[in-house]
């Protein structure tokens, strides 16, 4: 791996990686990541990924506790060059195609997944395509792989955003809001998990099975908070503690995977609004955000190619007049995402941190769902009254699947290089949804999305008072803190899926005329 220098210059730094090494700038000093921690990450290995060659000193503060910080220094090989203290980021491999993957010989070696689009309007912007299986694949990526592209971000003005950014994370520590509020906050929470718990329960006793299967899907609706903030190690702040409750009510209770939400959100969190790399943005052939989805891009989570045909186009032509009953059908999504994720990491030997133990207890947590919940439509009594029940349960949780995609759906998918701060990005493409205290619990208080984006450990209870710091900053940086209200923020929405509908209509009138014309020159 080579030995421990003082200073790296930035040239230094860069062939080091296209040697294979997964190098991370973390506070002007040079973090060399081995394989073996890539694959325990709990985070994930995308999430370190999408920083090779960066400066993720802000999103690595943002993520971990002061233990785990801690621990960097044993990944620590020297500091690096920088100009006036800003270091000048490099693109990572995997944002050109580029992976690390097991060969025939069983080493390491590059491979070329997907390649970039040629350069569009937007100079700044690296959307990935599928490799062509059919040409020549190189040895690895080039210097030229790792040079950002012209962007019209000031490297300057970025590097004060993210230097206003450590002083208002210092400003959200001072005021002890990391502090979990486990009565005040958790304890009405508590108290309505275990009201909609009973109340459904005893209408199923009376056969009022309508009125039992609507508690059951708030109780879902509403647990699924706690979940999130459990995955972000909010609660607790112990990983352990806050997984072993993650998968009661995760996996036990609402038969999802919490390893799998943990896996997703990371990367939605670090690349958001992404067309290439956010998966909480892919979904082809249902819905589309912007136009750039139309090229077939490459996703780099999924690892396919998110494929744009007729029928994609058909459907996201009337993407709009869908969006409510796809999102009422939500749930069977996530229980799509989170089974095929349980299915892979079985024959995955990558194991994270507690994968083992974790991954068993998760697939129990599942098979006991079913067995508990199936139970409960047996009981219902007929074959009609089982699937009303099942259907009426799932659409009762669709509000939560409208919330999230209010919070990100409407905002900017453009993509503006590794020169872009984390605070630039996250106010650029994420937003608030309006909402008065006393209906907050309604959004479970993740409809303050603009400071969780910011803050994501931060309790959830806390994110109304930290979110009057992060306004403030918002103004001393003259950036845009958005914010909308409910009826307001699903019209954005609504406008924004029209938009590229109208686009997909045009594309398919092309695509039904150049068809036309090829049939009418072969019978001529």
């Avoid at 300057?156 to 979990?180: C, E, F, P, V, W």
Wanted: with cysteine; hydrophobic share 45%; glycine share 6%.
């Amino acid at each position: 791996m080579g030995a421990t220098k003082k200073e790296w210059t930035r040239e230094e730094v860069a062939v080091r990686i296209l040697a294979g090494e997964a190098l991370v700038v973390y506070n002007n000093q040079l973090l060399r990541i081995p394989q073996a921690w890539l694959n325990a990450h709990p985070g994930g290995s995308l999430a370190i990924l999408h920083f090779v060659g960066r400066d993720a000193t802000d999103e690595i503060d943002a993520y971990h506790c002061d233990q785990t910080l801690a621990k960097i220094k044993s990944y620590v090989i020297g500091t690096v060059e920088t100009s006036g203290g800003i270091w000048e980021p490099l693109v990572p491999p995997i944002m050109t195609g580029w992976v690390r993957k097991l060969s025939h010989d069983g080493k390491t070696a590059w491979h070329n997944e997907a390649i970039p689009l040629p350069p569009s309007n937007l100079s700044s912007e690296i959307l990935l395509v599928e490799r062509d299986s059919c040409l020549l694949e190189a040895s690895g990526p080039t210097l030229s792989h790792l040079v950002p592209p012209a962007t019209r971000l000031s490297l300057k003005d970025q590097a004060r955003h993210s230097a206003a950014y450590k002083a208002l994370h210092n400003r959200i520590i001072d005021a002890g809001l990391y502090n979990t509020r486990y009565i005040t906050g958790y304890g009405p929470e508590i108290a309505r998990y275990l009201l909609l718990a009973a109340s459904s329960a005893v209408a199923y006793s009376h056969d009022w099975l309508i009125i039992s299967a609507v508690c059951l899907g708030l109780l879902w609706h509403q647990l699924v908070f706690t979940v999130h903030d459990l995955g972000h190690m909010g609660v607790t702040h112990d990983w352990t503690k806050d997984r072993l409750i993650a998968i009661l009510l995760a996996d036990f209770i609402g038969g999802l995977s919490v390893g799998w939400w943990v896996d997703n959100h990371n990367v939605h969190h670090l690349v958001t609004n992404h067309p290439s790399h956010d998966p909480d943005i892919e979904h082809l052939p249902f819905l589309a955000i912007s136009t750039t989805f139309f090229n077939s891009l490459w996703s780099s989570y999924y690892k396919r190619t998110m494929v744009f045909n007729r029928v994609s186009a058909f459907l996201i032509s009337i993407q709009h007049k869908l969006f409510y009953i796809l999102l009422a059908f939500g749930r069977f999504n996530l229980y799509a995402n989170a089974y095929g994720f349980l299915w892979r990491k079985a024959f995955d030997h990558r194991r994270a941190k507690g994968g083992r133990w974790s991954w068993w207890l998760e697939v129990i947590g599942v098979l006991f769902f079913w067995f508990w919940y199936g139970a409960v439509l047996k009981g219902c009594g007929s074959w009609s009254r089982a699937i009303t029940y099942l259907m009426v349960s799932h659409v009762v949780t669709s509000p939560l699947h409208v919330q999230i995609v209010l919070s990100h759906f409407s905002m900017s998918t453009e993509d503006l290089g590794p020169v872009e701060s984390f605070p630039h990005r996250q106010l650029r493409t994420t937003t608030d949804v309006i909402c008065p205290p006393r209906l907050s619990f309604i959004h479970g208080g993740l409809h303050l999305q603009v400071t969780h984006h910011l803050f994501p450990r931060l309790p959830r209870h806390n994110l109304r008072e930290a979110s009057v710091l992060v306004k403030e900053f918002a103004k001393e940086q003259d950036l845009v803190y958005a914010e909308f209200g409910f009826i307001s923020g699903n019209g954005e929405v609504l406008d924004v899926l029209k938009g590229v509908a109208d686009q997909a209509k045009i594309v398919g009138m092309v695509a039904d005329h150049e068809i036309r014309e090829a049939i009418e020159q072969k019978v001529r």
